[in-house]
T-cell receptor, first 109, second 109 residues
Framework: GQNIDQPTEMTATEGAIVQINCTYQTSGFNGLFWYQQHAGEAPTFLSYNVLDGLEEKGRFSSFLSRSKGYSYLLLKELQMKDSASYLCAVPDSNYQLIWGAGTKLIIKP | VTQTPKFRVLKTGQSMTLLCAQDMNHEYMYWYRQDPGLGLRQIYYSMNVEVTDKGDVPEGYKVSRKEKRNFPLILESPSPNQTSLYFC???????????FGDGTRLSIL
């Protein structure tokens, strides 16, 4: 079956770097999505990885290793507004997204 | 993506329709529920007008897609275990990022 694991909560300091990991098990692979969700708000798209390697997009980067079933989201120069939950999701065999429970990131001054 | 209402409190068995409309001409639309510690779980999705399919947790829900822009979620006889935060989303294709509405918080007493 499908399974996605993410840490429940992480804490980091403003200005620092944090890495949020996601491991997944799927019967096939059709890419991996990262979304950001501020408390009480809708999820918003951050990145989509389908090939191995690191993709950089400003302060945020996402890495994928298909052989290891592993991805991470790297956030640099953390700002207070980055306090949010980060959701990892992979498509199932019907191309419908299976979501991780999310990682709540707390940024401290 | 516009969801209405934003909040609603219902009594058990009091039927309710959650509305969702998108103005991006997207083919795909989705309904999710989000509960603490469980992440987003798909209820139903639609690939086009008059084409819908069950997600992971369809019990107790119905949907229809009579027009491309609207995808209502119907709770005919709600029970307390359907108390949740409901999100509607849409995407151009199944493998492109989903755009989420602001959510409907539903409490069933």
């Amino acid at each position: 079956g499908q399974n996605i694991d993410q840490p429940t909560e992480m804490t980091a300091t403003e200005g620092a770097i944090v890495q949020i990991n996601c491991t997944y098990q799927t019967s096939g692979f059709n890419g991996l999505f990262w979304y950001q969700q501020h408390a009480g708000e809708a999820p918003t798209f951050l990145s989509y990885n389908v090939l191995d390697g690191l993709e950089e997009k400003g302060r945020f980067s996402s890495f994928l290793s298909r052989s290891k079933g592993y991805s991470y989201l790297l956030l640099k120069e953390l700002q207070m507004k980055d306090s949010a939950s980060y959701l990892c999701a992979v498509p199932d065999s019907n191309y419908q997204l299976i979501w991780g429970a999310g990682t709540k990131l707390i940024i401290k001054p | 993506v516009t969801q209405t209402p934003k909040f609603r409190v219902l009594k058990t068995g009091q039927s309710m329709t959650l509305l969702c409309a998108q103005d991006m001409n997207h083919e795909y639309m989705y309904w999710y529920r989000q509960d603490p510690g469980l992440g987003l779980r798909q209820i139903y999705y639609s690939m086009n007008v008059e084409v819908t399919d069950k997600g992971d947790v369809p019990e107790g829900y119905k949907v229809s897609r009579k027009e491309k822009r609207n995808f209502p979620l119907i709770l005919e006889s709600p029970s307390p275990n359907q108390t949740s935060l409901y999100f509607c989303a849409s995407s151009p294709t199944e493998m492109q990022p989903q755009h989420f509405g602001d959510g409907t918080r539903l409490s069933i007493l």
